[in-house]
């Protein structure tokens, strides 16, 4: 006797696939979700793109301070200015924080460059959103092409409830002011370094794109990274 193994016209294999792809999911996610599910289900990629990008920094940081907890991240994207300058201004905040470097530290990380191959600028991209996902950056500081992109996405806080009145009132006319999909609301979510002594004198000049500095949504010492905007500003 004959065996059917013909499959019926409704089965199973032949009905159209209803299911999302994982990018439509992202997609369709706020980006703060978006982080939330990209460090629940991708820590471990992303750890190891992190380990690739940072391996000798974080070695030699880790020897150095092998117990010392980051009071002040920084974040620099496509940075402009010599790795010493940011050490003085590393030492200079400890000083300014009054920070025990026995067991703090002030860190400025500037690995999170995006001008190289699409491969390598896709993985620091990705390394640098594990990072905000992770509440380790304090302070985003950007060329504008990429900090729009920043206060779109809603890593970026609003610089009104983050700054003390005296500090915001005298910065009003250097201002990157935004409106967002989350707060349509035109806001101050960064201010231009243009005219600061750390740029004038140490940066290389971009033109037009000129730099900014943000808070981090998830920031969590927000109070030291006001001490940083006050001394960029008011430093002679």
Same mark, same amino acid.
């Given at each position: 006797m004959s065996k059917n193994t013909r499959l019926e016209d409704d089965a199973s294999i032949y009905q159209p696939r209803k299911e999302s792809s994982e990018n439509i999911k992202l997609k369709n996610m706020p980006f703060k979700k978006k982080l939330s599910y990209l460090w629940d289900y991708y820590k471990i990629q992303g750890l190891v793109i992190i380990a690739i990008l940072a391996f000798a920094i974080y070695v030699i940081y880790e020897i150095r301070t092998p117990n010392a907890e980051i009071k002040l991240y920084t974040a620099l994207i496509n940075n402009t200015i010599h790795t010493e300058v940011w050490e003085e201004? /590393? /030492?200079?905040?400890?000083?300014?924080? /009054?920070?025990?470097?026995?067991? @703090?530290? !002030?860190?400025?990380? $500037?690995?999170?460059?995006?001008?190289?191959?699409? $491969?390598?600028?896709? =993985? !620091? %991209?990705?390394?640098? =959103?594990l990072f905000i996902a992770s509440a380790d950056i304090d302070l985003v500081i950007a060329p504008q092409s990429e900090f729009i992109n920043y206060v779109n996405l809603g890593i970026l806080d609003k610089l009104s409830e983050q700054l003390p009145t005296d500090l915001y009132s005298s910065l009003t006319d250097k201002f990157y002011l935004s409106s967002t999909e989350e707060n349509p609301k035109v806001q101050a979510y960064g201010i231009y370094l243009t005219?600061?002594?750390?740029?004038?004198?140490? @940066?290389?000049?971009?033109?037009? $794109?000129?730099?900014?500095?943000?808070?981090?949504? =998830? @920031? %969590?010492?927000?109070?030291?990274?006001?001490?940083?905007? %006050?001394?960029?500003?008011k430093e002679e």
């Open positions: 201004y /590393e /030492e200079t905040m400890m000083d300014l924080l /009054e920070l025990d470097p026995a067991t @703090s530290q !002030v860190y400025f990380n $500037d690995i999170f460059y995006y001008n190289g191959t699409t $491969d390598y600028a896709m =993985n !620091v %991209r990705a390394t640098f =959103n005219d600061t002594k750390l740029f004038k004198d140490h @940066s290389i000049p971009t033109e037009g $794109d000129p730099y900014i500095i943000g808070i981090a949504f =998830n @920031s %969590r010492h927000k109070e030291n990274a006001t001490k940083f905007i %006050r001394y960029i500003f």
